[in-house]
Nanobody
Framework: QVQLVESGGGLVQAGGSLRLSCAAS????????MGWFRQAPGKEREFVAR????????YYADSVKGRFTISKDNAKNTVYLQMNSLKPEDTAVYYC?????????????????WGQGTQVTVSS
């Protein structure tokens, strides 16, 4: 079992930045894939970014590539999502996720563990 707790959401103007944090506890073995998804009202949950806990290989959705950066701090068991040049369409609840082993999938079903979510609102 892995427990995930997100923090760092809030209200920001378009063009601004936020950094989300995801603290992982429990069976935080080094073989997990950690990811971020988001869900806007009335829309399906969508993939944002993922990072391999061991090695740090990253992958991003096209919609955030060049603006968002996923990173990790092994000592703190924490994954971050640095979000720059935010747009109103980035408004959503952002969820931290974890999947055992390495996955290249970008569907929610590929991830076993989820945080409670943190709201990000970008005003125009």
């Amino acid at each position: 079992q892995v427990q995930l707790v997100e923090s760092g959401g809030g209200l920001v103007q378009a063009g601004g930045s936020l950094r989300l944090s995801c603290a992982a506890s429990g069976n935080t073995a080094s073989t997990y894939t950690m990811g971020w998804f988001r869900q806007a009202p009335g829309k399906e949950r969508e993939f944002v970014a993922r990072i391999r806990w061991s090695g740090g290989i990253t992958y991003y959705a096209d919609s955030v590539k060049g603006r968002f950066t996923i990173s990790k701090d092994n000592a703190k068991n924490t994954v971050y999502l640095q979000m720059n040049s935010l747009k109103p369409e980035d408004t959503a609840v952002y969820y931290c996720t974890a999947a055992p082993g390495w996955t290249s999938r970008t569907t929610p079903g590929a991830y076993n563990y989820w945080g409670q979510g943190t709201q990000v609102t970008v005003s125009s």
